[in-house]
């Protein structure tokens, strides 16, 4: 369960809201955690407790189009550049300057987009089975597979039907996608209740389904800046949906790094193995 001692607000980002859940010391270092798809905040309900027990100021946002934050409208509103400034934004809103920064899956994707444009923001970067969006196109081209792994997306480009798919019957298509992709048992019955219930808000999972299509049609940096920041990517070797060649990819584009692999574990690595992900993160953004 998350933790009590959790708060949470909205601020204002100009003329964007973003629902913040808030946890550990005001003084704390300052630590962002971007939950992916088809998550919100609740997706590291397994680390906030431990990570503010250990002195970090928590900033864990529900990304636009997610959860209890504003949705607009139009798949360019969710360009990479938007969810980058987003974070920056974010860090202002609470009147941080440096920051640590956490991301997995989509919220990896962001992270790794936000060190690299904005490098004098990010103190440390730890990225959880996620990709830096440079290295995607190249690697597709030359590794196959990772083009099957990837045809749920091709789907995701659809007007109107995967979000039919996806919401038919109380969110099944979304509950069985995480359940199969996961290890038995580590999303509990109540839990996907929980996600159901953020994915039937008005516009939400259409909002999410445009983070796809907005990185698949929309042109972005072929080249951004390298990562100057202090690098660790853990990655779940079993993942189904991401080759693990996808992070050595990405350490590549950055300066400083290294992988830490979790062999047991799939996509959804903070959630299967909670205790050694919070060390890996905790050793990485202390030092």
Known sequence: MPDPDVTHRHLSLGALRLHVAEA????????ILLHGFPEFWFGWRHQI?????????????????????????????????????????????CGVDRFRLVGHDWGGLVAFWTA?????????????????????????????????????????????????????????????MMRRSARPGTFSDADLDRYAREWRRPGAVTAMLDWYRALARLPRDANPPRVTAPTLILWGRRDPA??????????????????????????????????????SLTAFLRA
Not at 24 to 31: F, L, V
Not at 139 to 164: C, D, K, N, T
């Open 24 to 31: 550990g010391p005001a003084d704390g270092p300052a630590t």
């Open 49 to 93: 407790g431990p990570l503010a027990a250990e002195g970090f100021r928590l900033i864990v946002p529900d990304q636009r189009g997610y959860g209890l934050s504003d949705r607009p409208r139009g798949i360019e509103a969710y360009h990479l550049d938007h969810l980058a400034a987003d974070v920056v934004a974010l860090a202002d809103a």
């Open 116 to 176: 690299s444009r904005f490098p004098e923001r990010v103190d440390r970067l730890a990225v959880l089975n996620a990709f830096h969006p440079a290295v995607f196109g190249d690697y597709l081209r030359r590794h196959p597979g990772q083009v099957l792994r990837s045809a749920y997306a091709g789907i995701f480009q659809l007007p109107l039907l995967p979000e039919r798919l996806l919401l038919a019957r109380d969110g099944s298509g979304l509950r069985a």
């Open 242 to 279: 991401l080759q693990p060649g996808l992070a050595e990819a990405s350490l590549a584009l950055c300066d400083r790094g290294r992988v830490a692999w979790f062999p047991d574990s799939t996509h959804w690595v903070q959630h299967e193995a909670p205790e050694a992900v919070n060390a």
